[in-house]
């Protein structure tokens, strides 16, 4: 019954949930424009290691069949939606810090302002964050991270990696990922304690979440893709490149432009 | 008496016509108000529970020849490789393409779940295009809103559709990325592509 309940959403909405997931973003964009205008439509795909990518995103597929998507079940099976979104809230408040930090780096200092008000709101009123009083009261979460930041500076995508385990990324956001990790001060009382179980506990936790909201579309998506791999790198691509112009609509493709030979490296590092 | 009233009634015809003839253009729907009849629709038939599988899949299909432009999009997701296909091949391919989108979608169209949309504006396309964005916001009953942009396109007097822009995602640029790597996987055929729409369709 509840599987029913919990079933997604029409068409566009499923592909969106599962790309937020995918970027590592749950939450919804916000609406603010930018001047930049990246033309990610239009730019060949930078895949150059791709027969390693498909040997590993089998290996992760094969790994989420037997580990993640049965543990994402029984989690759903075990604790009821209002505990899950307890969960999740609790861990999107310990991201706050990193998503303050990028803010700052990026000079959003509005977005900052708002970061910072939910965490001092939500880890007060909301009980160490497993409530989310301040969306309520007008302060919308949105996610940053340093691979966002780099791109923000115009640091390109470079090369498409799928990583083991971490899923779907590139060049500069899986160094970005590094970065993130040591910025968070959850992390660093871990290590300084010697408690470095915690990180793992709560990279477990957020998997299961976030695999547990992602069942019915990953597999929708699966079921109507004919190359799974090629939807899952141009839907995280994408999803990427629309955070980093902070959800503004990508460029159309053009005819013309797409008879073009594939555009070289450069030139999608530049533009985007 | 009589003529004066035949004169009355031509007269009310007369401006009745010119009524209708400047109501006409005014009533010309803005890309706004047709994406929001496009929605009305879609949501009708989807939430009309007397309609077997097979009404909704023809259903659906009548609105996307409508709503949608479709050879264009099938012509846009192909990319590159239309212009090196054969007429036959493209003809096949379009028609294909559009078989693979009403299955695809039509598999979701069951689990409609109570959403509702709200047009939050149109704006000109930030290109060379003269397309215009529409914005809605898909209300979900469970979940944050997801915003969807609706790039219209006027061609004469008809408006029609030719992307859908979920969270900045564009389903026509995931499609063609999709499809260019089945061809590329395929020594660059277009028949092979060809060859997996026609399997799916078993």
Known sequence: ?272 | MLPRRVLLLLAGAFFLALGFSQAAPAAAETPEQFVGVLGEEAIRVLGDAKLTPEQRTEEFRRLLDKGFNMPLIGQLVLGRHWRTATEAQRSEYLKLFEDFIVQTYSVRLGQYNGETFRIAGGRAAPDNTGDTLVTTEIVRPNGPPVRVDWRVRKNGETLKVVDVIAEGISMLITQRDEFAAVIQNSGGKVDALIDRLRRRQL
């Open chain 1, 1 to 272: 019954m509840e599987r029913s309940i919990q079933r997604p959403r029409p068409l566009l909405a499923a592909l969106s949930v599962v790309a937020g997931l995918l970027g590592g973003c749950a939450s919804t964009s916000s609406t603010q424009a930018t001047g930049s205008n990246a033309t990610a439509s239009n730019e060949a795909i930078s895949d150059p290691l791709e027969g390693m990518n498909r040997f590993i995103f089998s290996v992760n597929l094969a790994g989420d069949k037997l580990v993640l998507r049965p543990a994402a079940e029984l989690y759903r099976f075990a604790v009821p939606r209002v505990g899950r979104d307890m969960v999740r809230n609790f861990l999107d408040n310990l991201e706050t810090p990193v998503i303050l930090a990028n803010d700052l780096f990026q000079g959003e200092f509005e977005r900052a302002v708002t970061t910072s008000s939910r965490f001092v709101i939500n880890t007060t009123l909301g009980f160490a964050g497993v409530a989310d009083p301040a969306t309520n009261m007008g302060f919308v979460r949105h996610e940053e991270d340093f691979g966002q930041t780099l791109g923000s500076y115009g640091v390109g995508p470079g090369p498409y990696l799928m990583l083991p385990i971490f899923g779907p990324s590139n060049l500069r956001d899986a160094g970005g990922k590094v970065v993130d990790h040591f910025l968070d001060p959850v992390n660093q009382y871990a290590h300084n304690t010697d408690r470095d179980y915690l990180t793992l506990v709560r990279s477990g936790m957020s998997a299961v979440d976030s695999r547990e909201r992602a069942i019915e579309t990953l597999d929708d998506i699966e079921r109507s893709s004919i190359d799974f791999y090629a939807t899952i790198r141009s839907l995280y691509l994408q999803r990427r490149a629309a955070d980093i112009r902070n959800g503004e609509a990508p460029a159309f493709p053009d005819i013309d432009m797409t008879d073009e030979p594939p555009k070289s490296a450069t030139t999608a590092m530049k533009s985007e």
